[in-house]
């Protein structure tokens, strides 16, 4: 089971870009990083998921470099409503191996 | 589209006493989950299920107990509560497995043992 480390808290202010790193370095091949965000008393929400590479989607990109052994969720011009808690989790197809740790705590300000 | 339902959203329970959570998700996912959050930490699982009668333990699964008899639901059942089961616990239910899908999750049931 990959171990995810990431930092436990960031700040930031309205329109700037946060980037947040997971470090995971026993990764396994099959594995898969997710990045999930968990805003207080709702369930985590899926934001983005990628194998290697760069991926992009309406909300955030992932950057994984080519050794896998981290990952950066990237937040472009975040507002005050991004801050959450974000969660990096690294999985394959095993469903009961799924863990979310302590996630790094996002405060956006004005 | 409901997504996964999840009830009661709030509990509160004396020492000793049973109650299930209920878990019920529309997207025909095969994939259900059960899991808790204590205050300031992550989600730790609880069990899970990868179809219509199968279930298996997670990394928390003492006390509790579930049952899989259809697609759509999954039940979480608490025998003899204890105040270390106070929590906030979500269900979450997935297409795939682990960490190759996409997990939706309910709004949380929130849980007090007194």
């Known amino acids: 089971l990959a171990k995810t480390t990431q930092p436990i808290s960031m700040d930031s202010y309205e329109g700037q870009e946060v980037n947040i790193t997971c470090s995971h370095n026993n990764i396994a091949t099959n594995d898969y990083i997710t990045w999930y965000q968990q805003f207080p008393s709702q369930g985590p929400r899926f934001i983005i998921q990628g194998y290697k590479t760069k991926v992009t989607n309406e909300v955030a990109s992932l950057f994984i470099p080519a050794d896998r052994k981290s990952s950066t969720l990237s937040l472009p011009r975040v507002s005050l409503s991004d801050t959450a808690v974000y969660y990096c989790l690294v999985g394959d197809l095993a469903p009961g191996k799924l863990s979310f740790g302590a996630g790094t705590t996002v405060t956006v300000r004005a | 589209n409901a997504g996964v339902t999840q009830t009661p959203k709030f509990r509160i329970l004396k020492i000793g006493q049973s109650m299930t959570l209920q878990c019920t998700q529309d997207?025909?996912?095969?994939?259900m989950y059960w899991y808790r959050q204590d205050p300031g930490m992550g989600l730790k699982l609880i069990y899970y299920?990868?179809?219509?009668?199968?279930?298996d333990k997670g990394e928390v699964p003492n006390g509790y107990n579930v049952s899989r008899s259809t697609t759509e639901d999954f039940p979480l059942r608490l025998e003899l509560a204890a105040p270390s089961q106070t929590s906030v616990y979500f269900c979450a239910s997935s297409l795939s497995g682990g960490g190759t899908g996409e997990l939706f999750f309910g709004e949380g049931s929130r849980l007090t043992v007194l």
């Open positions: 997207m025909n996912h095969n994939y």
């Open positions: 299920s990868v179809g219509a009668g199968i279930t």
